[in-house]
């Protein structure tokens, strides 16, 4: 177990709603960054967030928004669904330093898109 | 994008059999991870290399940085079948920040 949790692990949206993703991280760790994976392929940057703040993001649009918490836990949200957003959405935990530390995944939470 | 490559894509192999996947890049990397993800789980991390020329070994694995710093390899000999699942490097791509970009993965089916 990696202490990371995320919640919930499926869940089934319509086309256009929005829907928000949970995930606490590791004790310890101050750095959550948020992965989409498609079936069969890498897991693809979102973003990440370091203290509260955005601390980069991948290609992905601005309705793709998060959060960080002063416990920093994290949401992600996305607005506006389409069906290629369904996915798997991983968060991973990590203490920030460089060069960039162990990250530890949550399970993930399966979203599908109808 | 910043994009990482990996060869090959699948690689099925009888058990105690050597398998390598290899990791490309066209930019010059500040350093790389390697994850292993188990079919339904999730990435764990296996290692992280950040100079150049790094070797690194952990029991029948062995990992290695490329001197250029562009690419890198992850080595299992002798495979069993607890080796399944899928192999990715994550890099991060100088004055990319901290934020990874994974490779496509190669998935390794063991044949018992």
């Known amino acids: 177990e990696t202490g990371v949790t995320q919640s919930p692990t499926h869940l089934i949206k319509t086309r256009g709603q929005q829907v928000t993703l949970r995930c606490s991280s590791q004790s310890g760790h101050n750095t959550v960054s948020w992965y989409q994976q498609a079936l069969g392929q890498g897991p693809q940057f979102i973003f990440q967030?370091?203290?509260?703040?955005?601390?980069g993001r991948g290609n992905f649009p601005p309705r793709f928004s998060g959060l960080q918490f002063p416990n920093y836990s994290s949401e992600l949200n996305v607005n506006a669904l389409e069906l290629d957003d369904s996915a798997l959405y991983l968060c991973?935990?990590?203490?920030?330093?460089?060069?960039?530390?162990?990250?530890?995944f949550g399970q993930g939470t399966r979203l599908t898109v109808v | 994008g910043q994009q990482v490559m990996q060869i090959p894509q699948y690689q099925h192999v009888q058990e105690g059999e050597d398998f390598t996947t290899y990791c490309n890049s066209s930019t010059t990397l500040s350093n790389i991870q390697w994850y292993k993800q188990r079919p339904g789980g999730h990435p764990v991390f296996l290692i992280q290399l950040v100079k150049s020329g790094e070797v690194k070994k952990q029991k029948r694995l062995t990992f290695q940085f490329g001197e250029a710093k562009k690419n890198s390899s992850l080595h299992i000999t002798a495979t069993q079948t607890t080796d399944v699942g899928t192999y990715f490097c994550?890099?991060?791509?100088?004055?990319?920040?901290?934020?990874?970009?994974f490779g496509p993965g190669t998935r390794l089916s063991v044949l018992p």
């Open positions: 994550a890099a991060v791509p100088d004055n990319y920040g901290q934020n990874f970009v």
């Open positions: 991973a935990s990590s203490w920030y330093g460089t060069p960039p530390t162990e990250a530890f």
């Open positions: 967030y370091y203290r509260e703040e955005e601390n």
